[in-house]
């Protein structure tokens, strides 16, 4: 499932290029103008950047990049700052630089923070960039606001005469913009890691039971192994992978449900084949409507009560069960990359828990087990010798 466009709040197309250019081919997002008719706030520039950007988010109902760009006379303790649009929109640009007229100190910073917000719930990030330089007489293009009377520390010529390429290199836009190709550029290598363990996990799950399978076969028997809770898991695993389907989540993210399904029905009859009851099959149609809620936390419990009662972990394969809380673990991180589905975390979180229960009970029956296979084999020495006797 590809990632929504971006929505930049800008009117300017201008600035819309210039924010592409900045940002380059490279960037993961696409960018996209689009026009609100956001309130004109008073206060801190970074409290009206967040303000401004869940208002968008709202409107948008998507992820979206606010701008607030302003010119601080260092003279002037920092104004326009925040209100450079009122302060400057009639004066033009010569009225701009009378501003410094009384004063010796020319000097100003040149601000902008971008507010970024995924959506209307989601927590406001801002990157904010400055670039010092002087206050000088009006020289260049009038394209944009005050590029004329702003002249960077280091050059003699206004943003407004310094060529386009030039200026996006050294500008206030561009230090902010370059924050935020660097925080897509680290969540980007989270999303990779995250295909990566998605697609390693898919790739494991496609043997991930065949340990369990191949003992139960070896033994020719299920015990120790609860049936119910193979149901439930079955049932389980079908309900998260038609939740994902109809979700629209990426493949990487719930793939290895269809194997596990498939695993899992076969573990279910060969419990019943080698439990010599076809009664038990009558427990599939009947789970489904016994289970309304937390079917994957409620199977994991039902096989850890088993192992309590029996005082022994029976047929159920270490490797099985190890490679199912790795999963489980790992599963947690795909789902919060990929999907941020919070029923998904949830269920991946009770998941685990469930399964590190049963990986516990495994290493503690673990001598529990041998000393009963000891004692099996005793008795069967013991009845050889009888018979011998007699």
Not at 182 to 187: L, Q, T
Request: some cysteine; proline content about 4%; hydrophobic content about 40%.
């Amino acid at each position: 499932m590809a990632s929504r466009p971006i929505s930049f709040v800008t009117g300017n197309a201008k600035k819309l290029e210039e924010v592409r250019a900045i940002l380059g081919a490279a960037f993961p997002r696409e960018i996209v103008a689009v026009k609100l008719d956001l309130p004109e706030l008073q206060g801190e520039v970074d409290d009206i950047c967040r303000k401004k950007c869940l208002e968008a988010a709202r409107n948008v109902k998507g992820p979206v990049l606010v701008e607030d760009t302003c010119l601080c006379f260092n003279a002037l303790k920092g104004l326009p700052g925040p209100y450079t649009g009122w302060f400057l929109e009639k004066p033009g640009p010569e009225g701009r630089h009378k501003l410094l007229d009384g004063w010796e100190d020319k000097s100003a910073q040149a601000v902008c923070t971008f507010a970024y917000a995924p959506d209307e719930q989601g927590e406001v990030l801002l990157f904010q960039g400055r670039t010092e330089g002087d206050i000088v007489f009006p020289r260049g293009s009038r394209d944009f606001g005050w590029d004329p009377i702003f002249q960077p520390k280091g050059y003699d010529k206004t943003y407004a005469e310094l060529p386009k390429e030039r200026k996006n290199e050294i500008s206030h836009r561009f230090r902010a913009l370059d924050k935020l190709r660097e925080y897509f550029g680290a969540d980007c290598k989270k999303a990779l890691i995250s295909k990566g363990l998605g697609f390693g996990i898919i790739a494991g799950s496609v043997l991930v039971k065949v340990p369990q399978i191949t003992k139960i076969l070896k033994n020719k028997s299920g015990q120790g192994i609860n049936l119910f809770s193979v149901c439930l898991d079955l049932l389980a695993i079908t309900i998260h992978m038609s939740y994902s389907f109809v979700s629209g989540f990426p493949f990487s993210a719930w793939g290895d449900t269809s194997f596990l399904a498939l695993q899992t029905a076969l573990i279910a009859v060969l419990v019943l084949f080698y439990g010599g009851s076809a009664s038990g099959a009558v427990a599939f149609g009947g789970v489904y409507s016994a289970i309304a809620y937390g079917p994957m936390g409620a199977a994991d419990p039902a096989q850890a009560y088993t192992n309590y009662r029996n005082g022994s972990t029976g047929q159920l394969s270490a490797v099985t069960c190890f490679m199912l809380l790795a999963g489980a673990l790992a599963r947690i991180f795909t789902s919060i990359q990929e999907t941020g589905d919070q029923m998904m975390i949830l269920t991946y979180g009770c998941s685990s828990f469930a399964n590190a229960v049963i990986v516990a009970q495994l290493l503690y029956y673990w001598n529990a087990d041998k000393d009963k296979k000891a004692a099996g084999g005793a008795s069967t020495k013991a009845k050889s010798k009888a018979k011998k006797t007699d």
